[in-house]
């Protein structure tokens, strides 16, 4: 434990180099981390990524989501730095929403108020058996050179309780905003990356699926994922309601669970 602690100090006492740190740590970083006691994992992410929800310098935290919310640049910071490390090249690849994870329902009523506020909702539906929200923002988050269009905020399903927060980011893969000349029904693009990484830890169980599939990379120590897909969030939505594929969340849900 004292190493660990000590390990840990180490990495805040670097916090202000953040970026260029991580993306020079060797495999070595993610045993350091994942090695820690569960309580300090989290702090060793704040070190290097520069707070689980606290401010970072890439990140624009004027906007009302994060005001409300907290910052996801402590995720974002971390995705990219393993990325980096991963030598994945994502420079091309839009990150076209973030997702909020709700602790409760009172929660995912009030989230859901918020972007209502500061977005158009594109679809609730039933989604893995609770309701998940997307929203385009009216402004989008902001994160270095980036701009993050949309939002997911997914209820917590019945009888369970999350710890909320900033749980994932997802990626456009194929050449930028709209993820132009992929066709939808292909896990190709998703194939040929993998391909090009197999060092990678991948989470490859949603690569079959026939719309939209997707595979994705853990950050070290539980502290978020990003997700790799084929076409942006809100198109997704669009050939959904389409096509008919949205459940609708029945009348009656949220009373069922009282």
Do not use: Q
Not at 106 to 113: D, I, K, Q, T, W
Not at 233 to 245: F, N, T, Y
Request: charged share 25%.
């Amino acid at each position: 434990e004292g190493e660990a602690l000590s390990a840990l100090v180490w990495l805040s006492l670097c916090r202000t180099s953040s970026a260029a740190l991580v993306s020079r740590r060797s495999p070595a970083f993610a045993t350091l981390v994942t090695g820690l006691p569960r309580v300090l994992r989290g702090s060793a992410l704040v070190g290097v990524c520069g707070g689980r929800k606290g401010a970072s310098n890439s990140m624009d935290e004027s906007h009302p989501v994060i005001k409300e919310l907290g910052s996801p640049g402590a995720l974002l910071e971390g995705v990219f730095a393993l990325l980096d490390r991963l030598d994945i090249d994502a420079s091309t690849f839009e990150a076209d929403h973030v997702c909020f994870r709700c602790a409760d329902a009172m929660e995912y009523h009030r989230v859901v108020a918020l972007c209502e506020n500061v977005g158009a909702r594109l679809v609730e539906g039933i989604i893995g058996g609770r309701p998940i929200s997307t929203f385009l923002l009216k402004e989008p988050l902001r994160f270095r050179e980036r701009s993050i269009r949309c939002l997911e905020v997914p209820a917590p399903k019945p009888g369970r309780r999350y710890e909320s927060g900033w749980e994932h980011v997802e990626l456009v893969v194929g050449g930028g905003a709209g993820g132009a000349g992929i066709p939808r029904d292909t896990a190709e693009p998703l194939r040929d990356l993998m391909r090009k990484h197999p060092s990678a830890d991948w989470d490859a169980r949603a690569l079959d699926k026939h719309l939209n599939p997707d595979v994705s990379l853990a950050l070290p120590g539980g502290g978020g994922s990003v997700k790799f897909h084929a076409l942006p969030l809100d198109e997704v939505v669009r050939i959904e309601i389409a096509e008919g594929l949205v459940e609708p969340v029945p009348a009656d849900y949220w009373e069922t669970l009282t």
